[in-house]
């Protein structure tokens, strides 16, 4: 009751956040844009810097061709309509068979969704079961959801942080964006801490008792979230659509995210949720699950340190480096649809914690041996995920810097340049080798009594594959023939010598 009444407060207090500081906040970072389009800053693709030309943020005079700025979409990715119809229907039954599925008597996830399935199949189950079971659900988990939710936002609105512009959009203009996820983050965790300081373990063991209950409270913002945006892109004045996104097939659109760039005044809704939800919500649930272990141990073992501390560096260097999202390919191409919300709002939190609640049901001490191994692995997937990706960066906007002024590069006809050697010249996607060996990291940790804790680095290394291919047919028909000569002189994909 105390919890659910503090953050029925904490979600007035959001409110009246927002709407008093969405007038004020649209003023202030409108400033700020001016300071900033003004500021002479390397243009992030090609180094140069940027000047007077269409770079500038201000809106261009002449009416645009809507039509010509949003073409149909002729291309299917994913399946198509099917495909998209697959994940939006089957991935949220992933996500309830494992939050469902894996308790402190076993992790069968699949084993006991087959059991339900086949029990509904074979007509063991009444309507009036179901609804029981639908009446179980515990809608304070929605309100703890919604009150973590509220939090972030207003941390990310009220917070001062840097502006800076993004990537050049179709109609020439360049939208401004707030970076403060690490400051905000720390301000959160260290007023959250604070305020259940008085409560001690209540929270984080509320959370490991109702995992099963907030897994659906996520998806149910997910969803909330994704039919929000499509409705929103028909409704009002024409915006930006993603040149993916605009098939015309509701099922798809939806799916794969219709507008580009949605935002609710300066609020970049896309921007927000690519970080910050689903990174933090993931380490608040490992923080949670570390201290589920050491309210039944009185301690928490190595596997459950080595875990949370490899899963923080990962989540605080993304916010650490938010600057470099701006360049990716969910932002800069993707539009956003229930791909991206439900992935950030409901997948990243509670499919990626699984191996700290694992932990949490099943602790394991591992031997020095293991530790020494484990952490190896880590530490060569950072160095390798870290130097390649700040590498590119530091390229794209100072290729003066002398850590990359002396790499090979291709000019492209499409104006960017394209590294060639140091790690671009090893592998086109050798940052997502670094990533995969963390992900192994981050596995290992819970040993080998149960396949299920390894489901992540399975599932990674299939979404990392595929989503090479994604970029290589972006970069294929962005650059053409330029994009062939660099394929033929950096001839891996994603392993050195093998793939
Ligand atoms: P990348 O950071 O790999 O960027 C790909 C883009 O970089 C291309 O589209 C192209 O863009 C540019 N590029 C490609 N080759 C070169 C080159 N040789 N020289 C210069 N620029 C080049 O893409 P992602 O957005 O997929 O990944 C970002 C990071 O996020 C990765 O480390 C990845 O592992 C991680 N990630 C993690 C996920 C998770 O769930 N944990 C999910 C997805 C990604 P341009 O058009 O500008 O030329």
Partial sequence: MRARASFTKEFCVFLHLIMGKQKKGSASQNVQASKTASRSQP????????????DSVSVKQEPL??????????????GGPFGAFAMITLLPVLVLAFAFGCDSTGYDPLHRLYAFASDIVQGNFSWEMLSSLAASWK?????????????????????????????KLRDGTRLTYKLNALSAAQTGFMISMLSHKSQGLYAP??????????AVASLIVAFAVSI???VASFIGKPRLLALGGNTGNPIYD??????????????????????RPGLLGWLVIDICMAFKQYATLNRVTNSMILVVAFQAIYVLDALYNEVSILTTMDITTDGFGFMLAFGNLCWVPM???????????????????SVIAIVGIEVLGLYIFRSANSEKDKFRTNPNDPSVKDLKYIETKAGSRLITSGWWGKARHINYLGDWLMSIAWCLPC???????????????ILLIHRERRDDDKCRKKYGEDWEKYCSTVKYRIIPGIY
């Fill in 139 to 167: 809608p304070s988990s929605l309100l703890w959801f919604l009150g973590f939710l509220a939090q972030i936002i207003t941390y990310s609105i009220a917070m001062p942080g840097e502006t800076v512009q993004g990537t």
């Fill in 228 to 230: 929000g945006v499509y």
């Fill in 205 to 214: 063991l509320w959370v490991y008792h109702n995992f099963p209950h907030l």
């Fill in 254 to 275: 939806f799916m794969i995210g219709r507008e580009l760039n949605p935002r609710i005044g300066n609020f970049d809704l896309k921007f927000f949720t690519e970080l």
């Fill in 351 to 369: 499919m990626y914690s699984l191996q700290a609640r694992y932990l949490a049901d099943f602790p394991v001490d591992l031997p020095i041996i």
């Fill in 65 to 78: 061709d809507w039509k010509k700025l949003n073409p149909k979409t002729e291309h299917y990715e994913f």
């Fill in 43 to 54: 243009n992030a693709n090609t180094g140069k810097p940027k000047g007077s030309d269409s």
């Fill in 447 to 461: 040993g080998f009594n149960s396949v299920i804790p390894y489901f992540y680095c399975i599932y990674f290394a």
